[in-house]
């Protein structure tokens, strides 16, 4: 038979079978439909997983991983839904790449099973080679107990992935439902935590197995609602409102951060600079007297807006992020309206995680100082404030990103040196006029020198306020420090703004190598 006659008689053959394309086409497509449908009733939430990916993402930017990913067997007729309960792939947030889970409360509860964890393990694998963040939409029932140490393996090779993460790519978690027992742990070791008010909880063991293990009673919301996690623990960094408030603040949070530890962070154009002679006015001429730091902030900032973390945890210091001339910076200031600014554990924790994390990925750190150095008291002392005091000495003194620093006020003590003193590394160290830089303030440190003239003194009252006047003007002041080179430049308050502006500018390219080795032993 010749050529031409074969593929005659094969056009032919072709002509009269079925189209197989078309039916296979047609087979995925309902495949496709059949694994996006719900798994079941949605148990709780204001949305289902795949609508809060749609919700976060960039409008037909998402592109799902793992779609046709079945759950392993469960016996005899148990159904085995596609997806496994959890929803992942990657997408874009103001265009700019990121990856995303989603765990589904419909499938099982949301629980971890092995095509659930290996999907989710898959997705951080994507994220870290990519080099973009990943993030993660908690609603889960923990670890698959029809699974058994399958489940349990998978959670442990998740955190794996947090911790080889971490430092690499930023990693935001939202817990929008229960997160309990092992599944808390991830969101834990991750960057930044956001819960929704009167409907997240996290905690490690639930009321009911509290109570029946130490007959103590409580709720849910007692023990690790969003406002315990936000105000009391600290395990979360944002407080939402509802589902939608906590995908905005991913998105806003997002707008702050780099992809990963090896690009710079956004830079926008710059913003505008409110009106800084306003600050000349903002310090009380009395040290005892308070006044809101964030009203200094918000006048050296862009468009004075800064995106507070962990607000309601530890208010007596602030950790922001922010914006100068277009570019991220990480804030840390003390905040004298409570507890005098006061650096207490809580403080010096959620400071000292703050700078660490800024230091990863490349953020500028700017401190404002009016501290009266760290809490005293035996309830300090027993909870260990010298060892989780010095983690924030330790994490200042580790960073090697751009740090300068603004005395505003008092900067008493260890006070002085752990926020961003010239002696921890700072680069560019400022005074205004009204910084007090001593041992400690003048009312204490008369009390100790002048003890015995006091207590023979015919009106020691006077003479205290004569003393307490000359110590004053003699060591409460920032020229002593100046003077010494410790601080840089006095200058006026409503130059702040200019002069945080001019020294970010200098230190655009800071290089500051530090000693070759396999990490450092910070006091956890």
Request: hydrophobic share 40%; aromatic share 6%; glycine share 12%.
């Amino acid at each position: 038979m010749t050529r031409e006659a074969t593929t005659s008689q094969a056009r032919d053959t072709a002509t009269h079978e079925p189209d197989r394309t078309a039916e296979r086409i047609a087979d995925l497509e309902r495949r496709r439909s059949g694994a996006k449908a719900p798994g079941g009733t949605r148990r709780r939430g204001e949305f289902g997983a795949r609508e809060r990916i749609e919700r976060l993402l960039d409008a037909g930017s998402f592109a799902e991983t793992g779609l046709f990913v079945r759950a392993r067997s469960l016996g005899d007729g148990a159904r085995r839904p596609y997806g496994d309960g959890v929803v992942t792939g990657h997408g874009t947030v103001d265009g700019r790449p990121v990856c995303v889970f989603a765990q589904d409360s419909a499938v099982f509860g949301g629980s971890m099973g092995e095509a659930f964890g290996e999907k989710t393990i898959a997705l951080m694998d994507l994220a870290l080679k990519t080099g973009c963040p990943v993030i993660g939409l908690n609603d889960g029932g923990g670890a698959r107990i029809q699974e058994g140490v399958a489940s349990l393996a998978l959670y442990a090779e998740l955190v794996r992935r947090n911790v080889q993460a971490s430092g690499v790519i930023p990693q935001i978690s939202v817990v929008l439902g229960p997160c309990a027992g092992g599944a808390a742990y991830s969101p834990a070791i991750t960057d930044f935590t956001v819960m929704v008010d009167g409907a997240s909880h996290m905690f490690v063991t639930g009321p009911d197995v509290i109570e029946a293990v130490t007959g103590e009673r409580t709720t849910a919301e007692e023990l690790g609602g969003a406002r315990t996690s936000n105000a009391v623990n600290g395990n979360a960094h944002f407080l939402a409102a509802d589902e939608e408030d906590a995908l905005d603040t991913v998105r806003d949070l997002l707008a702050y951060l780099p992809g990963n530890n090896l690009e710079p962070p956004p830079e926008y154009a710059p913003g505008s600079a409110p009106a800084g002679d306003l600050l000349d006015a903002v310090v009380p001429d009395r040290v005892g007297q308070a006044y809101d730091m964030r009203d200094i902030l918000s006048a050296v900032v862009d468009d004075g807006e800064l995106l507070q973390v962990q607000e309601l945890f530890a208010p007596n210091i602030i950790c922001a992020l922010a914006r100068v001339e277009g570019r991220s910076v990480g804030v840390v200031a003390n905040q004298p309206l409570c507890s005098a600014g006061v650096l207490d554990i809580d403080a010096s924790e959620k400071a000292a995680r703050f700078v660490r994390f800024c230091d990863a990925f490349g953020i500028p750190l700017l401190t404002f100082a009016d501290v009266p150095g760290y809490l005293s008291g035996v309830r300090q002392e027993q909870a260990g404030i010298i060892r989780r005091g010095a983690k924030l000495l330790y994490a200042y003194a580790e960073a090697t990103v751009p740090k300068v620093t603004v005395v505003v006020r008092k900067a008493y003590g260890g006070g002085y040196a752990v926020m961003g003193s010239k002696h921890l590394g700072a680069d560019i160290n400022l005074a205004w006029p009204t910084a007090r830089i001593a041992v400690m303030g003048a009312e204490g440190a008369v009390g100790v020198l002048h003890r015995r003239e006091l207590a023979a003194a015919a009106d020691p009252e006077a003479l205290r306020a004569r003393l307490v006047a000359t110590y004053e003007s003699t060591y409460g002041t920032p020229y002593i420090a100046a003077e010494r080179g410790y601080v840089d430049d006095v200058i006026a308050p409503r130059d702040t703004r200019a002069h945080v502006c001019r020294a970010l500018r200098a230190l655009r390219g800071k290089r500051a190598p530090m000693p070759q080795r396999r990490h450092g032993n910070i006091p956890l």
